[in-house]
């Protein structure tokens, strides 16, 4: 009982709310997307997930999600993909990253190589000329690596001091033959998603977990908090 008691005293690591898309407008045009289960986990390991996405397909068995918006994180990723895999012969894949989870990264990374001051600085185009990266996510998929090749020429040119957020974007997004990204590019482009009128990111979630987060009064719940509320 004890070891129980500990247990449940651990802080979470995440709270997920899985969401599903109705077919059906609301009065302001927007449509309808409800949140219907809420998992709450200790770490984000790979069996963690596959234990999580085991469990939802054992609770809804008829559960099969045409699209799924993921943050950028490996593990979920592959559990997800052996849960709910591509049709046979699809050309598109379900899974995509969250463009705002992707520009939140590349952010990141400025303060990684003491840009963010002149990331901020109003009277320059340096920012401008930085998210000319994160544009390549609105470029056909067949025209990406080619782009990205030109960019990189130009951005390393004009703008030097951006050389290690350029290879973080190249070793992470872009890849190589011999070395393929963490995250390949059909995860992180948002062109055929934005000419399907498809979401872009996952901010349905993260309104969910703010609302959970505003009910148990606490950012980061411990189990017993979380239950007993």
């Known amino acids: 009982m004890i070891e129980a008691e500990e247990d449940m005293r ?4 995440g709270v997920y709310a899985i969401l599903a898309e109705k077919n059906a407008v609301n009065p302001a ?13 200790e770490n984000k390991n790979n069996a963690t997930y596959e234990k999580l996405f085991g469990m939802v397909k054992a609770l809804m068995p008829g559960f099969n999600p045409t699209s799924i918006n993921v943050d950028f994180e490996q593990s979920a990723i592959r559990a997800l993909r052996d849960a709910y895999p591509d049709a046979p ?10 463009s705002f989870h992707l520009l939140k990264n590349f952010k990141k990374q400025f303060g990684n190589a003491g840009l963010m001051q002149k990331y901020r600085d109003p009277t320059t185009d340096f920012a401008l000329t930085s998210r000319m990266l994160m544009s390549l996510a609105f470029v056909p998929l067949i025209n990406i690596y080619e782009c990205f090749r030109e960019l990189k020429s130009y951005l390393l040119r004009e703008e030097p ?3 290690p957020v350029i290879m973080w974007f190249s070793s992470y997004y872009v890849g190589t033959l ?3 990204p963490p995250f390949p590019v059909h995860l ?21 977990h703010r609302r959970l987060h505003t009910i148990l009064g606490i950012d980061h719940p411990t189990m017993v908090i979380s239950w007993a509320r």
Do not use: H
């Open 10 to 13: 651990r802080t979470l690591a």
């Open 29 to 41: 045009g927007g449509k309808y997307v409800f949140p219907i289960l809420y998992a709450l986990i």
């Open 89 to 98: 012969n699809s050309e598109d894949s379900k899974i995509a990253g969250c």
């Open 161 to 163: 001091s951006l050389e």
């Open 178 to 180: 011999m070395r393929p």
């Open 188 to 208: 992180w482009s948002c062109y055929n998603r934005t000419l399907a009128g498809q979401d872009r990111t996952n901010n349905f979630a993260e309104a969910a």
